[in-house]
T-cell receptor, first 115, second 113 residues
Framework: SAVISQKPSRDICQRGTSLTIQCQVDSQVTMMFWYRQQPGQSLTLIATANQGSEATYESGFVIDKFPISRPNLTFSTLTVSNMSPEDSSIYLC????????????FGSGTRLTVV | GEDVEQSLFLSVREGDSSVINCTYTDSSSTYLYWYKQEPGAGLQLLTYIFSNMDMKQDQRLTVLLNKKDKHLSLRIADTQTGDSAIYFCAEIPNTGTASKLTFGTGTRLQVTL
């Protein structure tokens, strides 16, 4: 299965600033996904990022707050903009790396604390 | 809409079996998954089951699927302290939006000595 390198692994940020999270996949993938995991909660999908098109956002998430780039088939970034303490979460990227049951691999996550 | 439901917490003694249950939402989901999340880590795919199967066994892990009741379970035999983690079930609902995983609420498994 593929390996996803995600960075930074954690950060503490001031409110009002922005943080960009990067994910690098060791193989070419069509679909990448960004999730948020609030403290003690499950994973919620933020958006789906396909190369060559704009990301598709889920209900409750907007591009101005969470802009996403997908410049090629192995890389994506998520920016958390104008942060507030409510944005403190773990952010995870995922890629669909093949068909069938082994389709989804996850990065190790970015633990974000906004102060 | 409906949530993928799991019980929040399970405590077992080392060496016993653990059974983690999940009720999912879409009877037409093709694949159902079990992921493990250790503290401070991302998600690790443990196993999956295709919807035309009732059971799948993989070493210490046994997955049971009841499509009629939309019920999925994960049994861990001979549970070890290293199995302590949060376990998530996940499905790909047939909502017309391609390929996005919907996760359960997560079950925290605590293994005691």
């Amino acid at each position: 299965s593929a390996v996803i390198s995600q960075k930074p692994s954690r950060d503490i940020c001031q409110r009002g600033t922005s943080l960009t999270i990067q994910c690098q996949v060791d193989s070419q993938v069509t679909m990448m996904f960004w999730y948020r995991q609030q403290p003690g909660q499950s994973l919620t999908l933020i958006a789906t990022a396909n190369q060559g098109s704009e990301a598709t956002y889920e209900s409750g998430f907007v591009i101005d707050k969470f802009p996403i780039s997908r410049p090629n088939l192995t890389f994506s970034t998520l920016t958390v903009s104008n942060m507030s303490p409510e944005d403190s979460s773990i952010y995870l990227c995922s890629a669909r790396v093949g068909g069938g049951g082994y389709g989804y691999t996850f990065g190790s996550g970015t633990r974000l604390t906004v102060v | 809409g409906e949530d993928v439901e799991q019980s929040l917490f399970l405590s077992v003694r080392e060496g016993d079996s653990s059974v983690i249950n999940c009720t999912y939402t879409d009877s037409s989901s093709t694949y159902l998954y079990w992921y493990k999340q250790e503290p401070g880590a991302g998600l690790q795919l443990l196993t999956y089951i295709f919807s035309n199967m009732d059971m799948k066994q993989d070493q210490r892990l046994t997955v049971l699927l009841n499509k009629k009741d939309k019920h999925l379970s994960l049994r861990i035999a001979d549970t070890q302290t290293g199995d302590s983690a949060i376990y998530f079930c996940a499905e790909i609902p047939n909502t017309g939006t391609a390929s996005k995983l919907t996760f359960g609420t997560g079950t925290r498994l605590q293994v005691t000595l």
